[in-house]
């Protein structure tokens, strides 16, 4: 059974970064691009950021390009998100997803909530 | 970038009837596009790929269709477990994007 599962959301200050984390399990982890997804309170989703299986193409949304990375690690059959420079409208629900066919995102995780506020 | 536009934003519906909603896209997508679905605090839930390309496991009561710019996702005969969220991504080109999704709600 796939499972994806993130860690590291919290409350941090405006200015301030916070690292995400997405451990996978249940299939070949190496042989999928992945991505997150965002979602404010209340509102709906948005693409975040995207890494292939080799993390030779990375994508960013316009809206963080600049302030986080997408990362993954192999051996750890992890995914990462780093987050630096936080505003108040990255204030979100963030979750890992699983590239399925066509690029679909075809398994999620629970997701964690990241709040930016003084 | 490609904007994906839904509606409608809402509908009020009843068990067992006939629910469509729309995905218009700004640009051809061709059938890059994906429906989920979302219950309130969960993950979104892929239900249909392609366009028209019904996951694993989805009931058939769901089905897609469209291509190029305009695409509908249609429920047969809503059952209550199917009182949700539903949003449309494009896949066609990065950035990546969703529709603004519709709450279907229970008349």
């Known amino acids: 059974e796939v499972q994806l599962v993130e860690a590291g959301g919290g409350l941090v200050k405006p200015g301030g970064s916070l690292r995400l984390s997405c451990e996978a399990s249940?299939?070949?982890?190496?042989?999928?691009?992945m991505n997150w997804v965002r979602q404010p309170p209340g509102k709906g989703l948005e693409w975040v950021a995207s890494?292939?299986?080799?993390?030779?193409?990375?994508h960013y949304a316009d809206s963080v390009k600049g302030r986080f990375t997408i990362s993954r690690d192999k051996g750890q059959n992890s995914l990462f998100l780093q987050m630096n420079s936080l505003r108040a409208e990255d204030t979100a629900v963030y979750y890992c997803?699983?590239?399925?066919?066509?690029?679909?995102?075809?398994?999620w995780g629970q997701g964690t909530l990241v709040t930016v506020s003084s | 970038d490609i904007q994906l536009t839904q509606s409608p934003s809402f509908l009020s519906a009843s068990v067992g009837d006939r629910v469509t909603i729309t995905c218009r896209a700004s640009?051809?997508?061709?059938?890059?596009l994906a429906w989920y679905q979302q219950k309130p605090g969960k993950a979104p839930k892929l239900l249909i790929y392609?366009?028209?390309t019904l996951q694993s496991g989805v009931p058939s009561r769901f089905s897609g269709s469209g291509s190029g710019t305009e695409f509908t996702l249609t429920i047969t005969s809503l059952q209550p477990e199917d009182f949700a969220t539903y949003s449309c991504?494009?896949?066609?080109?990065?950035?990546?994007?969703f529709g603004g999704g519709t709450k279907v709600e229970i008349k």
């Open positions: 991504q494009q896949l066609n080109r990065h950035p990546l994007t």
């Open positions: 997803a699983r590239d399925g066919v066509l690029a679909t995102l075809d398994s």
């Open positions: 249940g299939f070949t982890f190496s042989d999928y691009s």
């Open positions: 890494i292939s299986s080799s993390a030779s193409h990375i």
């Open positions: 640009h051809d997508i061709s059938n890059y």
């Open positions: 392609a366009a028209s």
